[in-house]
């Protein structure tokens, strides 16, 4: 039982946290047309347009059982589907039922599910089978997809009547609503839509991390999203919002790695250091963003008690000690020693908490603790090579989080940076998250020009192998790899991916 | 385009039915216990139940991926379930992708319903498949079912939590709401009972002939379900409602076989002579029922208008000669013939109608068409083996329809129809609705006790071979006998099947 004054406190956070729900805007629209797709070898996503045919040819046509199209509504959104379902026959004597499938890459609405080796959940797989008893009748699917492509299957009506498919039309959904003035940077412009779709679709009445699947708010994922809030949608409640929800769902005192709204606000099982570290640098960056002082006065003292606690837990003789059973991430690569990473995470956390109690004006000094693990970081630096080598292994991480703690001079980061990358042995960045932490290291190092063109030919490589919106993984030569072993789970619009449209404002 | 007169009589007829739409009362049940059946070949339903357990013990029973239960709510019935889908575990962090299947019989919930030879939509198999984002939550199930079982199929969620069903419960509707008296006649206690619950669950807001599937609003199942009305649950107004939905929804001057209520009323564009016939005789014993005579002045003109134009375009000389590519349905038989059974109809009907005239006080008079088809019936019969041939075919249909007739006395009638039965040559009744007017047969011409007995036979048959409603179709010794030739699309609560209630009160 945590004390009375605390669970008041939480209760108080959450109840500041639900007054914050945003108003979602709704915005229908209707596909273009209709297509199909043939596997192509030679194409990232693996299959090719082939034809595609106006709406108008679709409207005028019956569907019998076994029909089967796509449409598409060019783009992705987050939202709902409805349709008019109309049906002629000589007797319109039976129900329909219905198969839809939501796709965000054409594999979603091709390839087969099933068999799956995925090792989360099946059940997120984005199809829908629906009956209809009464014919003609309004559809409305009640769930919320991710899609830019639906797949349309009349699995079963009587040979009696024939059904037709009109006024289809996606309602997307968001709670970015400013309009952002598009970048004027040369080869950057798609590049910069796309970002801003991204986040765009996981904005909802919590930054989620990916509309498609989770659809929570990770601790991880609401600091790039904050980032790009700041300099785009502007929607800074929503920031506010999420931190009193971490602020109001604390187990055992620690702000745990995510959260569900729904059905009420509630914490998943997971915790990682990494991510609670960060919960200092968003209340940060929140503060420096809004000039919301009151927040961080009321946050503070998490932020501290965050600080000690972890250092306690993880700390020995200045150098990050793994515990067992407790989650770091970083990034998802199985292979990847996070020592030196999180001693910079740790680094990057006192750093920011330190700024944060001058701008507050609280009196906290964790300079003692700054300068204990920055030591504890140097015995990480190889001089000779100029790069990070964490018990032999040198990695992109490790590199990235120690320029974000910056404990060297800044060109020093970057060469570091720079090293690893061309290192043909280090380990890489796997998701988008860990390059961004990359990015963010050169950027923040000075080396804004290595910065964008990394971004280029990063989120550039996305946007040229077919992404409509960032994806959650992305190995630039194998569409097929997944953090789950099945990339019909990956998520197709994820929050951490979508920094590349802060990179080209600050 | 029919007269403008016609148009504002029938949107009248139309007003007045939906004017009487009755409310409908919901009954709220748990299930009993939880099931599981092996298949059993010495058992007529296929499958013999070999455990049980209470529900208590599946309400402690946590649930994976491939979880699999049935429960039992010991009856049949109308209506909708719902649940409380409760999750548990380190992270509920999926959807849960459910499928329910509703069982009016055992087969419905252990046997596989693909592939199917079916040649009606295969879409009215009682399935769903439901994904319930989150968790937990309550589960309504929208659309309505007819059931006793329902399965509960796990087909995924995250192997993070499990899931648990809490507050399983029916939610059972009708416009059935009178307490009817339970007959007291040695050993016909449960049959009235199950003949009694048959008809409560199809009487919605029409007296729908089997609420499983087509959920339709057939006028020779309405004859039969007014005539049990009006001695158990006697909702005169919905029979007066279903007149004036036929009456509403004439095309081209006939009234049809059957309607839909929804989306709006609407005839499908099914038409059959014998069942026009006996729109005649619906009215009329709704009159009698109910002394409203008022009803049967407004829609009498419609009878007559039905007479005689059946009787320009089917009879010749005195004798119904069948037209190419008309329905005369009398039965699922395919080697019927017909002629006798419609040449019957005919004369039961205008004796209908003359008898209507009689009470509503409206001068009309067939009776010389009445002795015109007399005659033409009358060269079916075969005075030396004491029954009627139909084109060298002896039936109980043929035998039944002449019985209803009543063209010889009736000692006669009953004689030919028994001869009939003890033939093992003749065309047997092959659903309940022909078996209905073999018995009706007797019992108008006096055979009382010859009728109960088979209907004790007949009707206690089911029961014995495990029937909570009467079926649709049934065949003492083949359970996979189907009209439509897959057994999983038979309707196991079939308003045509409910007449032993009359029989047992008249």
Redesign the interface.
């Given at each position: 039982m945590a004390p009375a004054e605390t669970f008041q406190e939480s209760s108080s956070f959450l109840s500041d946290a639900q007054a914050l729900i945003p108003k979602l805007v709704y915005t229908d629209e209707e596909p273009l047309e209709t297509v199909s797709f043939e596997p192509d070898d030679t194409v990232f996503l693996r299959h090719r347009r082939v034809a595609q045919d106006p709406m108008s040819v679709h409207e005028e046509t019956w569907y019998s059982?076994g029909a089967d199209f796509i449409v598409d509504f060019e783009g992705h959104r987050t939202g709902y589907l409805s349709f008019d379902l109309d049906a002629q026959?000589?007797?319109?004597?039976?129900?329909?039922?219905l198969r839809l499938t939501f796709g965000e890459v054409p594999a979603d609405v091709v390839e087969e599910f099933y068999p799956s080796k995925s090792?989360?959940?099946?059940?997120?797989?984005p199809y829908?089978?629906i009956?209809v008893?009464?014919?003609?009748?309004k559809v409305q699917i009640k769930?919320?997809h991710a899609f830019r492509y639906v797949r349309f299957q009349v699995?079963?009506?009587?040979?009696?009547f024939k059904v037709r498919f009109h006024n289809i039309k996606s309602h997307a959904v968001t709670s970015a609503t400013n309009h952002v003035k598009p970048v004027d940077l040369d080869g950057f412009e798609v590049i910069d839509q796309v970002g801003l779709r991204t986040l765009r679709d996981c904005m909802q009445t919590v930054y989620e991390d990916g509309p498609r699947r989770?659809r929570?708010l990770w601790l991880g994922d609401l600091r790039l999203q904050a980032l790009v809030n700041y300099v785009t949608f502007q929607n800074n409640d929503l920031v506010k919002r999420c931190l009193y929800l971490f602020a109001g769902l604390q187990v055992d005192g620690k702000i745990m790695a995510c959260l569900?709204e729904?059905?009420r606000p509630a914490t998943?099982?997971?915790y990682i250091v990494d991510y609670e570290l960060l919960f200092v640098v968003t209340l940060l960056e929140y503060v420096q963003a809004t000039q919301d002082t009151a927040t961080g006065l009321r946050l503070f003292p998490i932020c501290r008690q965050i600080l000690t606690r972890t250092l306690h837990d993880h700390i020995r003789d200045g150098l990050f000690t793994p515990q067992p059973e407790v989650w770091y991430f970083i990034d998802w690569q199985e292979q990847l020693d996070r020592q030196a990473s999180i001693q910079g995470v740790f680094i990057f956390a006192l750093k920011a908490a330190q700024q944060l109690g001058k701008l507050i004006n609280v009196n906290v000094d964790y300079s003692k603790e700054i300068q204990e693990l920055t030591q504890g970081a140097m015995s990480f630096f190889d001089t000779d090579k100029g790069v990070f080598v964490c018990n032999g292994q040198v990695s992109w991480a490790s590199q990235a989080w120690m320029g974000m703690a910056q404990i060297l001079p800044a060109e020093k980061h970057v060469q570091a940076i720079l090293s690893a990358i061309e290192d043909p042995n280090a380990i890489k960045a796997n998701t988008p998250y860990s390059y961004h932490y990359v990015l963010e290291a050169l950027h923040r190092n000075d080396a804004k020009q290595q910065c964008l063109a990394l971004a280029k030919t990063y989120f550039g490589g996305m946007v040229d192998r077919g992404a409509d919106t960032f994806w959650e993984a992305y190995s630039e030569n194998d569409s097929l790899f997944s953090p789950y072993h099945d990339v019909h789970n990956n998520s197709f619009c994820h929050a951490w991916s979508c920094t590349v449209s802060w990179f080209l404002r600050v």
């Open positions: 059982t026959g000589i007797n319109v004597d039976s129900p329909a039922r090792w989360i959940s099946t059940s997120w797989f829908e089978v009956s008893d009464e014919l003609p009748q769930r919320r699995l079963e009506i009587s040979p009696k989770d929570r569900y729904r059905p998943s099982g997971d």
